[in-house]
């Protein structure tokens, strides 16, 4: 075969090779962004939930409340119990916001409001320390 025909197939090879290598860590990147994304939707739905499940605790000691004032007897321990459900719950929102919050990569800066990288030590717009 004709050295340069050779060459040429040898070059071809070598960029098909580097080519493939960057799609397999195109694609990589897109699967961790992808399981990234779908971690993040799964821990806001939790939050969401149990928002849901708050407000229906307020609805019913508001309602107990009501039936307080109407003269109705009502058990002071099942409202108590409801309370620290509540608390709970916040408790359990604020651990999830945190999970959410480890896994950002950015940061946003407390003086201009900027995104700016996580290992950054200072705004790349204002130089406030982040």
């Known amino acids: 075969m004709d050295p340069k025909v050779l060459e040429i197939l040898e070059k071809a090879k070598a960029t098909a090779m580097t080519a493939a290598s960057a799609a397999g860590r195109a694609?990589?990147?897109a699967g961790k962004l992808a399981g990234d994304l779908f971690s993040s939707t799964k821990l806001n739905l939790m939050i969401f939930d149990l928002n849901t499940d708050?407000?229906?605790?307020?609805?019913?000691?508001?309602?107990?409340?009501?039936?307080?004032?109407?003269?109705?007897d009502v058990d002071a321990e099942e409202i108590s119990a409801k309370i620290a459900g509540i608390d709970a719950k916040y408790l359990r929102i604020r651990e999830i916001k945190e999970q959410i919050e480890a896994r950002r990569e950015t940061v946003r800066c407390p003086e201009c409001g900027v995104?700016?990288?996580k290992e950054n030590a200072f705004c790349h717009i204002c130089g406030q320390a982040l």
């Open 54 to 72: 708050i407000e229906l605790l307020f609805k019913e000691i508001g309602k107990a409340v009501y039936l307080t004032h109407t003269g109705a």
């Open 115 to 117: 995104e700016c990288n």
């Open 27 to 29: 694609a990589d990147s």
